[in-house]
T-cell receptor, first 115, second 112 residues
Framework: DTEVTQTPKHLVMGMTNKKSLKCEQH?????MYWYKQKAKKPPELMFV???????INESVPSRFSPECPNSSLLNLHLHALQPEDSALYLC??????????????FGSGTQLSVL | DAKTTQPPSMDCAEGRAANLPCNHS???????VYWYRQIHSQGPQYIIH???NNETNEMASLIITEDRKSSTLILPHATLRDTAVYYC?????????????FGKGTHLIIQP
């Protein structure tokens, strides 16, 4: 199983809503990532979790709140988003943190629209 | 600040080899070169990576110059399904595990 599964695939939310994105992998990977991708732009790193602990936060606004309840699961909680937060949100995982030559496996993303 | 430079777009005829160049003149000794691609509206897909030596797998070949300042990704027999944005990424001692920083990439269009 070399799959990273993201749900939902599409999400429409209002600026006052609270929603969550979910990411799951069963490859035994101990590093997980959230990326944000605007249309026609490259993915941008948001957060990195290593062994279920947040290791990198790329100055992301607090309206995005990541959570890693266990080694297989990664959530991104959304609250009071702005229309400019509309984007494709990508989750990825890799075998181990802080190892050279690690490959990242990406999910197919959640397309988020904020109205 | 971009660590890699790639042409914004390239065309290649179906069945021919696609050669995608990447300049990474500021690469340091412990940094790997990674290639990923992203087909429209999908997540990026790992292709290949290398440190110093040339590498080959079932998808592609990676040729790294001796001074490591540039590399070329070779898709030996391009098909229409290879149309995608190809990202060349240089990543440090943490490898991909620190999170990869994507540049603008090359949009490769395979022509029938």
């Amino acid at each position: 199983d070399t799959e990273v599964t993201q749900t939902p695939k599409h999400l429409v939310m209002g600026m006052t809503n609270k929603k969550s994105l979910k990411c799951e992998q069963h490859m035994g990977h101990r590093a997980m990532y959230w990326y944000k991708q605007k249309a026609k732009k490259p993915p941008e790193l948001m957060f990195v979790y290593s062994y279920e602990k947040l290791s990198i936060n790329e100055s992301v606004p607090s309206r995005f709140s990541p959570e890693c309840p266990n080694s297989s699961l990664l959530n991104l909680h959304l609250h009071a988003l702005q229309p400019e937060d509309s984007a494709l949100y990508l989750c990825a995982s890799s075998r181990a943190p802080a190892q050279g030559g690690e490959k990242l496996f990406f999910g197919s993303g959640t397309q988020l629209s904020v109205l | 600040d971009a660590k890699t430079t790639q042409p914004p777009s390239m065309d290649c005829a179906e069945g021919r080899a696609a050669n995608l160049p990447c300049n990474h003149s500021t690469i340091s000794g412990n940094e790997y070169v990674y290639w990923y691609r992203q087909i429209h509206s999908q997540g990026p897909q790992y292709i290949i990576h290398g440190l110093k030596n040339n590498e080959t797998n079932e998808m592609a070949s990676l040729i790294i110059t001796e001074d490591r300042k540039s590399s070329t990704l070779i898709l030996p027999h391009a098909t229409l399904r290879d149309t995608a944005v190809y990202y060349c990424i240089v990543s440090g001692s943490g490898g991909g595990a620190d999170g990869l920083t994507f540049g603008k990439g090359t949009h490769l269009i395979i022509q029938p």
